[in-house]
């Protein structure tokens, strides 16, 4: 993809084909950057990434990296955290 994609277009994408595509979804749970590269999103060396499958008495919570708390937000930024986190700057797409 020629764009930058947030966070949530990522997940939105990657959700919604494998809801369609029983064998992308597999690839998806066992081999995750092969099945990002297939979305032609492409993650740095250095991002580890791991998918799990919730079931219908299972929920997960990702707790996000907490902000440095010598760091200031911008209103964007604080914006943005207030929608779901950008990650523009980590994922590259």
């Known amino acids: 993809m020629s ?7 990522i997940e939105e994408t990657l959700i919604a084909r494998a809801w369609q595509d029983e064998s992308f979804k597999k690839e998806l749970i066992n081999n995750p950057r092969s099945a990002f590269e297939k979305e032609g999103i492409t ?5 580890e990434v791991r998918v799990v499958e919730e079931s219908p008495n ?10 440095s708390e010598t ?4 209103d964007a930024e604080l ?3 207030a929608g779901g986190a950008i990650i523009e700057n980590v994922w590259k797409c």
């Open 43 to 47: 993650l740095p060396e250095s991002i």
């Open 58 to 67: 299972t929920l997960y919570l990702v707790l996000p990296v907490q902000p």
């Open 79 to 81: 914006e943005s955290v």
């Open 3 to 9: 764009t930058a994609m947030t966070r949530k277009e």
């Open 71 to 74: 760091a200031e937000l911008s």
